[in-house]
């Protein structure tokens, strides 16, 4: 079986890729010894897997970029962030720009609606839309912090992915994603509000049964 999964030095595939190393090799790729994979550009994720399906070969597609849509009234338009940098080409091609000091893509011509639909028909990215962070409430969080003091910014976005294929036949996949919101003072960069979200898939796959787990979990801290 063959895993793509991505990094920071690319697209990877690995697995029992030795089997499959002419096929590999054909596609233009590099092997990695340190990594135990060979190496793609980012933007080549969906060349890759269509070839490799077409030639009848076992996949399992791990490589999708965790990204968060973060409404802000700091930009002209809703703000992606999250592993950007491994689909910055279609960020780009769909309208985006990069923001440095938000840390995050910039969409002006486009809405928070239609900008998660066009990135759910895109293999290489993953997004929900029905757990997406909100923008921070107009209230205020703690003392006498005024609400229009109050910066929004997503610490992380992780995705997190293991596979384990044993001799019996028996194949074990751990899939985690991580986001994790703060909101904080913005004179005094204290927080006043943390809120993460897990959501983990786990598969058991035998000859005559596929078992699967899914969990969230929400973390939400106030800090007085």
């Known amino acids: 079986m063959l895993i793509l999964e991505f990094h920071p030095r690319g697209l990877l595939v690995k697995g029992e890729t030795y089997a499959a190393r002419e096929c ?83 969409f002006e011509n486009s809405s928070g609606a239609s900008l998660v639909k066009a990135l759910k028909r895109m293999p290489e990215i993953s997004i929900d839309s029905t757990i997406l962070p909100v923008e921070a409430p107009r209230r205020r969080l703690a003392g006498k912090q005024p609400a229009k003091a109050i910066k929004v910014s997503v610490t992380s976005a992780k995705n997190v992915s293991k596979v384990d294929a044993k001799g019996d036949g028996v194949i074990h996949s751990d899939r985690s994603q991580r986001w994790c919101k703060e909101v904080q003072c913005a004179k005094s960069k204290r927080p006043l509000e943390t809120t993460t979200l897990t959501r983990r898939q786990q598969v058991r796959e035998t000859k005559e049964q596929v078992i699967e787990t899914r969990t969230v979990v929400l973390k939400r801290v106030r800090r007085k």
């Open 24 to 106: 590999l090799k054909a596609l233009e790729g590099r092997w990695d010894s340190s990594l135990k994979a060979w190496v793609y550009e980012h933007r080549r994720k969906r060349e890759v897997l269509e070839k490799l399906t077409q030639l009848g070969l076992e996949l399992q597609d791990h490589a999708q970029a965790a990204l968060v849509l973060v409404p802000s009234t700091a930009a002209p338009g809703p703000i992606l962030q999250g592993e950007t940098f491994y689909v910055k080409h279609l960020l780009h091609r769909l309208g985006g720009t990069w923001d440095a000091q938000l840390r995050g893509w910039v």
